[in-house]
């Protein structure tokens, strides 16, 4: 291997072991996967609480 090609993969090593830990911190914080404010959009799924009734019509 040549070293620009270890500088080409390290990179990519750390773009996305860049991506994985801002979204594990967005995670904790309690932020969307989405990148969105879902309190104005109402077609987003993935950001809507389940009820009760839904939780237990799935078991």
Do not use: Y
């Amino acid at each position: 291997m040549q070293p620009i090609e270890i500088i080409v993969i390290i990179a990519c090593v750390v773009i996305v072991a860049g991506v994985i830990v801002k979204s594990i911190i967005d995670k904790k914080k309690g932020k969307t996967s989405c990148g969105c404010d879902c309190s104005k959009c109402s077609g987003c799924s993935s950001c809507k609480v389940r009820t009760n009734k839904e939780d237990t019509n799935k078991l």
